[in-house]
């Protein structure tokens, strides 16, 4: 049972308190990285999941639309095939014409076996054709000719039926050249078909008729499943009226158009968006619509791409659940270690509270245990700052201690010196009166040092003046000797532009006798050309003359070639007797410029030489105006020292005379500083009693 009379104690929870404050900071800096870190991490992961899927998606739809173009490309090189065979370029008025022809019920029966062996044999290859092409529904051929017609299978024909007044006959017959794909229409057997035609042209390139190809568009749809995006997304096809080709969802909605789904942005068929939007559909769930054109040329086609939203952000629904989990987990062991963390910094903290309270309540024995003062945190550092300090007021309050009971003893001393120093005064007194005799004399000796000293400034007066004129005629010489180094500088440029110059006349007569002993190699080669031309003119004549009247044109040609050679080798005569005379003054001329470019070498020579005499003789100036300079600045110092001598020794007159008059006053001051020692006297008898109170203040404190 609880005794009666004691209150329950309640655990106060305080805010403030250190413990709190670290628990309270590392959750909230630990949840709020990991929050930040999770909201990264998944927008990251949404738009690499997005930007994955749409990647997936493009590969698929390029997949499917080279499929869709292989496939139609396979058709048109199979109808380019059968408009090739040469049993077809001869289509005409063989193949069956229904345009008169009457029938039961308007209808015509068609039998094409009984008919022409042209028009029995294009039936049995259509139907081979067809046989081996699954895909393909039928194969017909209208005829130029009559507007004939022969198809397999075979099927009733319309009375007055004209092959060549048929939708897909016009469309081959306006582009001759290629194979024309139509819109997505239903037969009258259900299906949905396209059909292929193409014009067909003998060697000629005569018209003879058109073939058309019926091709079963249900493969699409198969063709879409096996080539799904995603587990719920999907690809419509369709073609360029709006027409549902391809399904692989729901295959009811083939042959229906896509303005019948109900969607506001696909009820515009000719002006589809170019960009995704978002919908919702019949089945409620919300989808990203994109409507891609197809790459095939040779028939317009739209992919229309359904992606269910909720497919993008999928698979980032468990790295989300996984981060909750993470964060969960992180922010209780962030717990754990924030309250471990924090009693390990409290406990040193409210240790070092309780020591200083101790120490301001006096109490100076007490240490401060070695696993704190060992610690490496900030913690450690305020508790050896604290030790210091303690250890600190520690040893002043001993030496104030120290210093009192010196006080004390000197304060005993200082009376019994103070009654010694009276009486020192008094003899001081009597010493100072004779110093006051002697300096009277000294200051008369003096005044006759300042004599002398203002002669001797005359004298150095007359010194300086002859300084200043020697040091005139030095600027006048360097003047003279600048001007002259400004004549031989402009002397040496132009000594080296002309040597500069004739060596270059130099090079150029060199360069102009090589030129003239290659012109005159080209010469020879010249004369050697002609003097071949000429022998090759002189066979010519032989040639033509064996030639006959045949070769008299070529003889001609012959004898006039023959006289441009012999001119040409006269002309390389007369180059050559040109060539060597301007050899022989080429090599004159570059043996008069070497001589001058000799001679200005030497000229060179000599300027350089004067240029640098000159230069010693200026140096020699330079160090004469230093010597000036020298002398010049030592009398103006001379001129400085004898006025500071004799300030000196004006002051050191004055001096006397107020020493002699201070003496005076030392000793009127002697016999007042008599009177203050006895006053010291009185204060260090009270100095006395000042440290014993001191001492009993100190004996306060517990430091031993």
Request: hydrophobic residues 40%; negative net charge; glycine residues 4%.
């Amino acid at each position: 049972m609880r005794q009666q009379g004691k209150p329950r104690r309640r655990i106060a929870f305080k805010w403030n308190s250190i413990n709190n404050k670290v628990v309270i900071s590392i959750v909230g800096v630990t949840l709020l990285s990991l929050l930040t870190v999770g909201v990264v991490v998944q927008n990251k992961v949404n738009q690499q999941t997005e930007q994955d899927f749409k990647q997936a998606m493009d590969t698929q739809i390029n997949s499917v639309d080279a499929s869709i173009a292989a496939y139609f490309s396979d058709v048109q090189a199979n109808v380019n095939m059968l408009t090739s065979l040469t049993l077809l370029k001869e289509t005409d008025q063989r193949i069956t014409s229904y345009v008169d022809k009457k029938g039961v019920n308007g209808k015509v029966p068609m039998k094409p076996l009984e008919g022409d062996p042209l028009e029995a044999e294009v039936y049995r290859t259509f139907k081979s054709f067809v046989s081996a092409h699954p895909t393909v529904v039928a194969s017909s051929l209208g005829a130029e000719a009559n507007g004939g017609f022969v198809q397999y299978p075979e099927n009733d024909r319309d009375e007055g039926y004209d092959a060549r007044k048929r939708s897909w006959y016009k469309l081959a017959v306006s582009n001759p050249e290629q194979v024309n794909f139509s819109d997505a229409y239903t037969t009258s057997s259900g299906k949905l078909v396209i059909y292929a035609a193409k014009a067909i042209k003998d060697d000629q390139n005569s018209l003879r008729g058109v073939l058309s190809v019926d091709v079963d568009l249900a493969s699409l749809t198969q063709m879409m499943k096996n080539s799904p995006i995603g587990s719920t997304s999907y690809i419509v096809l369709v073609d360029q009226l709006g027409n549902i080709i391809a399904h692989p969802k729901e295959e009811k909605l083939i042959s229906t158009n896509i303005v019948d789904l109900g969607i506001k942005e696909l009820s515009d068929v000719a002006a589809l968006p170019k960009e995704p939007f978002e919908t919702e559909l019949q089945d409620g769930q919300q989808y990203v619509v994109s409507v891609i054109p197809a790459t095939n040329a040779n028939i317009k086609l739209n992919y229309v791409v359904f992606v269910k939203k909720d497919e993008f952000s999928e698979s980032a629904k468990e790295i989300r659940t996984m981060i909750y989990m993470v964060t969960l987990l992180v922010v209780v062991v962030a717990i754990a270690v924030a309250y471990f963390v924090s009693n390990r910094i409290s406990r040193p903290i409210k240790f070092a509270s309780s020591h200083l309270k101790q120490l301001g309540d006096g109490d100076f024995t007490k240490e401060i245990p070695e696993k704190y003062l060992r610690a490496g945190d900030e913690v450690g550092d305020i508790m050896r700052d604290a030790n210091t300090m303690q250890q600190n007021l520690l040893h002043l309050i001993q030496e104030i201690s120290s210093a009192s009971n010196h006080v004390s003893a000197s304060s005993k001393e200082l009376m019994d010196s103070s009654e010694q120093t009276v009486t020192t005064a008094n003899e001081v007194a009597r010493t100072i009166e004779e110093i006051a005799n002697s300096t009277g004399a000294q200051a008369q000796d003096t005044e006759r040092g300042a004599v002398h000293i203002n002669e001797l400034g005359a004298l150095m007066s007359q010194d300086h003046a002859n300084i200043q004129a020697l040091n005139t005629s030095a600027h006048e010489v360097d003047h003279l000797k600048n001007t002259v180094m400004s004549i031989l500088n402009e002397l040496v440029v132009k000594t080296k532009t002309s040597y500069d110059a004739a060596t270059d006349i130099a090079d150029v007569i060199v360069n102009t006798n090589e030129s003239a002993v290659k012109i005159e190699n080209a010469t020879k080669m010249i004369k050697s050309i002609a003097e071949q031309t000429n022998l090759l003119a002189l066979n010519a004549s032989i040639e033509s003359a064996r030639a006959g009247e045949y070769g008299r044109g070529f003889a001609v040609v012959a004898q006039e070639i023959r006289k441009l050679a012999e001119q040409s080798n006269t002309f390389t005569e007369e180059i050559s007797v040109i060539i060597s005379e301007l050899t022989e003054k080429t090599e004159y001329a570059v043996t008069k410029i070497r001589e001058v470019e000799q001679t200005v070498q030497s000229q060179t020579d000599s300027v350089h030489q004067t240029n640098e005499q000159v230069v010693g003789i200026a140096s020699a100036i330079d160090n004469m105006k230093q010597v000036v300079a020298h002398i010049n600045s030592s009398a103006k110092n001379m001129e400085i020292k004898k006025n500071e001598i004799i300030g000196v020794i004006e002051n050191l007159a004055a001096s006397s005379e107020e020493n002699a008059a201070g003496t005076e006053e030392v000793s009127a001051s002697m016999e007042e500083q008599s009177a203050s020692m006895q006053e010291v006297l009185q204060a260090s008898k009270q100095l006395a009693n000042l440290s014993e109170n001191m001492q009993k203040s100190i004996d306060k404190f517990k430091y031993q």
